[in-house]
């Protein structure tokens, strides 16, 4: 079945440094992929998202590109601040079972000035 | 103006009450979903519906049981709870046929959650 697989955190990084969570994913068809992000006591907001292979995401400066050759959807940020500070899900849709999300287990991104 | 919106966002109980969470959206989707959050962040989708008809139903105890009144209302009720249901649950929304895609494949935005705690 679908399912998808994201680096185990907590991640903890210095304002201005380089941000990547790994996400690679298991599906059949052409999915479509996304990132949530959740702020603390917050719900699920979307980040990013990509519809078909090759397709970049990008928002607030966070940025994924769909990689159908290495089952891959990786979030990259350049410079991250304090306020990034939340929990990431890579997540799927449209699989091999329509209708639903599957989620990564989230990654807990903690930023210090 | 909240696109999605469930009501209470707290909620805490004792063992063995019946409870009710309330969804409503206002962006004109015409498919909701409930999904639970344990406490180890984990999400997962419980129900889906589509133009109030039930089409997700997953391994979920059959003390849940979604109602959807119309379209813009998706509510969960829960019979005889347990301390295992101790959860946050979101609800969440998608356009899907109304945008002329696939079901299932259009983005679904999420409602604030609520946080429910069995005592």
């Known amino acids: 079945g679908d399912s998808v697989t994201q680096m185990e955190g907590p991640v903890t990084l210095s304002e201005e440094a380089f941000l990547t969570i790994n996400c690679t994913y298991t599906?059949?068809?052409?999915?479509?992929l996304f990132w949530y992000v959740q702020y603390p006591g917050e719900g699920l907001q979307l980040l990013l998202k990509a519809t078909k292979a090759d397709d970049k995401g990008s928002n607030k400066g966070f940025e994924a590109t769909y990689r159908k050759e290495t089952t891959s959807f990786h979030l990259e940020k350049g410079s991250v601040q304090v306020s990034d500070s939340a929990v990431y899900f890579c997540?799927?849709?449209?699989?091999?079972?329509?209708?639903?999300?599957?989620f990564g287990r989230g990654t807990q991104l903690t930023v210090w000035p | 103006d909240t696109a999605v919106s469930q009501t209470p966002k707290y909620l805490v109980t004792q063992m063995g009450n019946d409870k009710s969470i309330k969804c409503e959206q206002n962006?004109?989707?015409?498919?909701m979903y409930w999904y639970k959050q344990d406490s180890k962040k984990f999400l997962k989708i419980m129900f889906s519906?589509?133009?109030?008809?039930?089409?997700i139903n997953e391994t979920v105890p059959n003390r849940f049981s979604p109602k959807s009144p119309d379209k813009a209302h998706l509510n969960l009720h829960i019979n005889s709870l347990e301390l295992g249901d101790s959860a946050v649950y979101f609800c969440?929304?998608?356009?899907?046929?109304?945008?002329?895609?696939?079901?299932?494949?259009?983005?679904?935005?999420f409602g604030p959650g609520t946080r429910l705690t069995v005592l």
């Open positions: 519906y589509n133009n109030k008809e039930l089409i």
């Open positions: 969440a929304s998608s356009q899907d046929q109304a945008s002329g895609r696939a079901w299932g494949t259009d983005t679904q935005y």
């Open positions: 599906a059949t068809g052409y999915p479509s």
């Open positions: 997540a799927l849709s449209g699989g091999s079972t329509l209708g639903r999300l599957y």
């Open positions: 962006l004109g989707h015409d498919t």
